[in-house]
């Protein structure tokens, strides 16, 4: 089992930047791919970006490419969400997961066994 916390999260204005972490503990995340997903006012909970295993592969929803990045620091057990020109449509509940069965991030949520409980990023315009 792997518990997974997300912290980061906070009200900026359009154009700022955000950074988002994801710390697990209970099992190490060096075999698991990663991803972000976001969830915002009334609507579905969607893929953000991905990682895998060792960092070597990214991937990110068409919506934040070029703005969001997403990398890993192993020995630390943690994945990072860097979020620059952040714009009022990014708000949302971001959430991290985890997948220990595939080298390579998917980007649907079912894919995904781990999930932290999110946390609420609110850009102002």
């Known amino acids: 089992q792997v518990q997974l916390v997300e912290s980061g999260g906070g009200l900026v204005q359009a154009g700022d930047s955000l950074t988002l972490s994801c710390a697990a503990s209970g099992r190490t995340l060096s075999n698991c791919a990663m991803g972000w997903f976001r969830q915002g006012p009334g609507k579905e909970r969607d893929f953000v970006a991905g990682i895998s295993w060792t960092g070597d592969s990214t991937r990110y929803a068409d919506s934040v490419k070029g703005r969001f990045t997403i990398s890993r620091d192993n020995a630390k057990n943690t994945v990072y969400l860097q979020m620059n020109s952040l714009k009022p449509e990014d708000t949302a509940v971001y959430y991290c997961?985890?997948?220990?069965?595939?080298?390579?991030?998917?980007?649907?949520?079912?894919?995904?066994?781990?999930w932290g409980q999110g946390t609420q990023v609110t850009v102002s315009s």
């Open positions: 997961a985890a997948n220990s069965r595939r080298y390579y991030a998917g980007t649907a949520r079912a894919s995904y066994e781990y």
